[in-house]
């Protein structure tokens, strides 16, 4: 709620703007709304649509997992693109997405998965299925 403080105390848009690292665009829109609706109108509102497939644990594990590249999973080229992503998440998260190439969720515990066997895994999907594009 800085925003709203900054702006009851009457600075300008571009000082508000680069104290909070924010674009001159983003405060015209934040003065709109607070003109209309004060404060509150500012407050983050719930985040609508779909809620997450992946908790907090298994988006970890897929972080981990492309930190490590491409090429630790398998792959020929240290190059991550939208069928190898898919496939790590499916294998990390156990969640099957939408994406071109296999789909068929590999089964795994949340509470007895080994991260080292996350590699394995993803390796032997390559294999098995000859993604390497």
């Given at each position: 709620m800085?925003?709203?403080?900054?702006?009851?105390?009457?600075?300008?848009g571009a000082e508000?703007?680069?104290?909070?690292?924010v674009?001159?665009?983003?405060?015209?829109?934040?003065?709109?709304?607070?003109?209309k609706g004060g404060a509150d109108a500012?407050?983050?509102?719930?985040?609508?649509?779909?809620?997450?497939?992946?908790?907090?644990?298994q988006v970890e594990r897929v972080r981990t997992a492309l930190e490590q590249g491409a090429q630790a999973h398998g792959f020929e080229a240290d190059l991550w693109t939208l069928e190898r992503v898919g496939l790590v998440v499916e294998v990390a998260s156990t969640t099957t997405h939408s994406c071109p190439g296999p789909?068929?969720?590999?089964?795994?515990?949340?509470?007895?998965?080994?991260?080292?066997r996350t590699n394995e895994k993803i390796s032997s999907r390559v294999r098995?299925?000859?993604?390497?594009s």
């Open positions: 800085r925003a709203a403080e900054l702006l009851d105390q009457g600075r300008s508000i703007a680069r104290m909070l690292g674009s001159d665009e983003s405060v015209r829109r934040w003065r709109r709304v607070w003109e500012l407050r983050r509102r719930p985040a609508i649509g779909s809620p997450p497939k992946l908790d907090d644990i789909s068929s969720p590999t089964p795994a515990s949340p509470s007895t998965h080994q991260p080292h098995h299925h000859g993604i390497d």
